[in-house]
C-alpha cells in the first residue's frame, strides 16, 4: 500500500472523555474485531487498565478502511489521559500525523485537555476537535465548541460531534480522518529508518519493540542495527497489531508494527532509538524523546530480603516497558537493600507498585515519596537530591532551591474562594485567570511541587464538589528558605526519618511527626527519647515511657528503706539498659511515620 493511502493518528483527552470507548467503536466499524472477539477497552489490555477504568500504556492497533472506493491503512494509538502518563502521550504523537483531540459534551475543556492541544501542536499534528457524549441529557455541545475555540483558538465549526458509546457520528469522523489528516512522508526507497517508541518483554521471544517506519522497508531475516545501542540483530518476526499480533512479512514506509529479533538482553533496547539495515544505514538517526523529568522519588525494598535480585529483574522489566520509571540500589539499616525509584507523579508510582505486585508477584515495602531538590555548595557546585540521607554538611550549603511548577487549575466559579485559600496555604502565587465560561474559570498559579505533590488534588476535589480539573509543568528550580528536619531516636540520627521542609513550617512539622512516631514505636524496657534537631539544635522532643515492673511487690511490712533500695537498683538498672539498648522500630511503625503529609 502506498503511503499516501496510509493515515496515522493518536485519540488524547482528559480523562475519563471516551478516548477508549471511541477506540472500541472504529475497531467495530472497520471489522478489525469479530462480534464474539469484542469488549469494551478492547485496547486496555491491562487487568489494573480494566479495573481502574484508566489507560496507563498507549496501545498501537492497524485497521483497514473503505472510502471513496479506495482502501485505507488507519494505524490507531490510543493514549492515556492522566497527567502522570503525559510522556506516554508526547511518545505516540511522535509516531502520527494527526490527532483526535476528544472532549466530553457535558465537562468541557478541561485542564488535561489544554496540555495534550499545546503537546499536539507543539509536534506539528494535524488536530481534529471531537466533541464526544452529545447523546447525554447534560450534554452542551454548542457551548463546549465555543469553549474549544475560546481557549484553544480552534474554529467551532470544524468541531464533530459525535457519541462514542451509541455510534452518532463515528462513520463521518472515520471519513474526515482519511480526507483532513495528512498522510506520512517517507521515501520506501530511501535505507530504512525506524522509530522505537515502545516495547515489552516476552519470557519466549525476547523484546518486542513497537516501531514507526519513516523510510525504507523492513523485512523477516533482515539483518539490522540499533543506532543507539551500536549493536547488530537479524529479525525474527514482523507484525501489526489487529489488534492482536499479526504476522506479515515487510513493513514500508509509513507503517507501524512491530519488530521480534531475537533481542534478550533488557539493556539493549532504549525507547527512542532508530532501527536501520546493517549493509545500508541511515546516514542520521531520527529524532528521539527528550528525556522524562521525574518529579516524584521513592524507596522500594522487598519484603523479603531474599528476593533482591527478583526485584531488580522486575525493574528491569518495567523500564523496558515504561521509560520514564527510573531506578538505583539503595539501602537503609532500617530496611536493607533496595531501590531508589524516579516517577512523574503519585499515580504512576502507584500504577507501578501494582504491577511489581501483580506481573512479578513480589511483595514490596515503599516508603513515602519525596521531591527532588538542588544545593548550591559554597564551592559553587550544583548538587541534584533525591533524598535527605544525600545532603552534604550544613556548613557546606549556600543555597537550597526546590522544584517549581506552572499549575494550571480548571474550577466553576463558586469554588474560587477555597481554592485560592488552599492555594495560599500551600505557597502557591497567582500568576493569572481565564474565564473560559460565565460558570468555569482558569487559574494558572506559580506552585512548588513539594506542596501539591501529595494531597493536593485530592483537597482540590474536596473542596470544588468533584468538579476541579489540574494540570501541571515544570519550570524549574528556585532559590527557597529550606532547612533539613533530623530525629533523634535515643539521641540517635536515624537517617531514613529526615526530611527537607520549608523553614516555616518546620516546627510544627517536627512536632506531628514526633507524635505519631510516639504512637507507632512500642514501649521497650527504658525510657526512649524521641528528638527534632534542625542542625545542632533540638525544637521538639517527646518520651517513650519505659516498662515498670513492680519490684515491691515481694516486700511487706518492714523499713520503708528497703523498698527504696530496691527501686534505687531497678532505676540504675534502666539508666545503664538505656545507655546500651537498641531500640526496635516495626516495618509497620516505620512506614506509618513515613507518611510526611499534613
Not at 525494598?301 to 540500589?329: G, M
Not at 520503708?560 to 534505687?568: F, G, N
Amino acid at each position: 500500500m502506498t503511503t499516501e493511502n496510509i493515515r496515522n493518528f493518536s485519540i488524547v483527552a482528559h480523562i475519563d472523555h471516551g478516548k477508549s470507548t471511541l477506540a472500541d467503536r472504529f475497531l467495530q466499524i472497520t471489522h478489525a474485531v469479530s462480534q464474539r472477539q469484542f469488549r469494551d477497552q478492547i485496547l486496555d489490555s491491562m487487568d489494573l487498565e480494566r479495573e481502574r477504568g484508566i489507560t496507563i500504556k498507549a496501545s498501537a492497533v492497524t485497521m483497514n478502511y473503505k472510502a471513496d472506493g479506495r482502501d485505507y491503512m488507519l494505524n490507531l494509538i490510543d493514549t492515556p489521559g492522566h497527567v502522570d502518563f503525559h510522556y506516554e502521550v508526547s511518545r505516540a504523537m511522535t509516531a502520527c500525523e494527526g490527532a483526535l483531540l476528544v472532549v466530553d459534551a457535558t465537562q468541557g475543556v478541561e485542564a488535561q485537555t489544554v496540555a495534550n492541544a499545546y503537546l499536539a501542536i507543539e509536534n506539528g499534528l494535524e488536530i481534529i476537535p471531537v466533541i464526544n457524549k452529545i447523546d447525554l441529557p447534560a450534554a452542551q455541545p454548542d457551548v463546549v465548541a465555543e469553549e474549544i475555540e475560546h481557549v484553544l483558538g480552534i474554529n467551532k465549526n470544524e468541531c464533530f460531534n459525535i457519541s462514542a458509546k451509541s455510534g452518532i457520528g463515528v462513520e463521518e469522523l472515520l471519513d474526515a480522518i482519511v480526507t483532513l489528516l495528512p498522510p506520512p512522508q517517507g521515501n520506501i526507497d530511501q535505507p530504512a529508518a525506524a522509530l522505537v517508541f515502545d516495547s515489552h518483554y516476552d519470557e519466549y521471544r525476547g523484546v518486542i519493540c513497537y516501531v514507526r517506519i519513516f523510510d525504507g522497508t523492513l523485512e523477516t531475516n533482515q539483518k539490522i542495527r540499533m543506532l543507539g545501542a551500536n549493536r547488530s540483530y537479524q529479525i525474527t518476526e514482523l507484525g501489526k497489531f489487529t489488534p492482536e499480533m499479526k504476522k506479515v512479512s515487510r513493513l514500508t514506509s509509513g507503517e507501524v508494527g512491530y519488530v521480534i529479533a531475537n533481542i534478550r538482553r533488557l539493556t539493549d533496547i532504549t525507547i527512542g532509538d532508530t532501527i536501520t539495515d546493517q549493509l545500508h544505514p541511515t546516514p542520521s538517526p531520527l529524532p528521539g524523546y527528550k528525556p522524562p523529568t521525574q518529579m516524584v522519588f521513592s524507596d522500594f525494598y522487598p519484603a523479603s530480603t531474599t528476593e533482591f535480585n527478583k526485584l531488580r529483574l522486575a525493574f528491569e522489566k518495567l523500564q523496558l516497558n515504561d521509560a520514564s520509571f527510573t531506578f538505583i540500589p539503595q539501602s537503609s539499616p532500617a530496611l536493607g537493600f533496595g531501590f531508589r525509584c524516579g516517577f512523574l507523579g503519585l499515580l504512576h508510582m502507584e500504577i507501578v507498585q501494582e504491577r511489581l505486585e501483580r506481573e512479578n508477584d513480589i511483595a514490596v515495602v515503599q516508603t513515602a515519596p519525596t521531591v527532588s531538590y538542588e544545593i548550591v555548595t559554597t564551592a559553587g557546585e550544583t548538587l541534584r537530591i533525591d533524598s535527605p540521607s544525600q545532603l552534604p554538611d550544613v556548613t557546606e550549603i549556600d543555597q537550597w532551591r526546590e522544584p517549581f511548577v506552572r499549575l494550571e487549575i480548571l474550577i466553576p466559579t463558586e469554588s474560587i474562594g477555597p481554592v485560592m485559600e488552599l492555594a495560599d496555604h500551600r505557597r502557591c502565587k497567582l500568576i493569572k485567570s481565564d474565564y473560559i465560561s460565565t460558570t468555569r474559570v482558569m487559574l494558572e498559579f506559580k506552585a512548588p511541587l513539594a506542596e501539591i505533590v501529595y494531597d493536593f488534588y485530592d483537597v482540590l476535589k474536596g473542596i470544588s464538589r468533584g468538579y476541579a480539573t489540574m494540570d501541571y509543568d515544570f519550570l524549574g528550580f528556585e532559590s527557597s528558605n529550606l532547612v533539613k528536619i533530623d530525629i533523634l531516636i535515643n539521641k540517635v540520627p536515624v537517617d531514613a526519618l529526615s526530611l527537607i521542609v520549608h523553614r516555616e513550617n518546620s516546627e510544627a512539622r517536627g512536632r506531628k511527626l514526633l507524635i505519631r512516631l510516639r504512637r507507632a514505636i512500642p514501649r521497650h524496657q527504658f525510657e526512649i527519647p524521641l528528638q527534632v534537631a534542625i542542625g545542632g539544635k533540638i525544637i521538639a522532643r517527646e518520651n517513650i515511657k519505659a516498662f515498670r515492673k513492680d519490684v515491691t511487690a515481694k516486700l511487706y511490712g518492714g523499713d520503708v528503706t528497703r523498698k527504696m533500695k530496691v527501686l534505687k537498683r531497678q532505676k540504675e538498672g534502666k539508666r545503664r539498659l538505656k545507655a546500651v539498648g537498641n531500640v526496635q522500630v516495626p516495618q509497620e511503625a516505620f512506614m506509618s511515620i513515613l507518611d510526611n503529609r499534613e
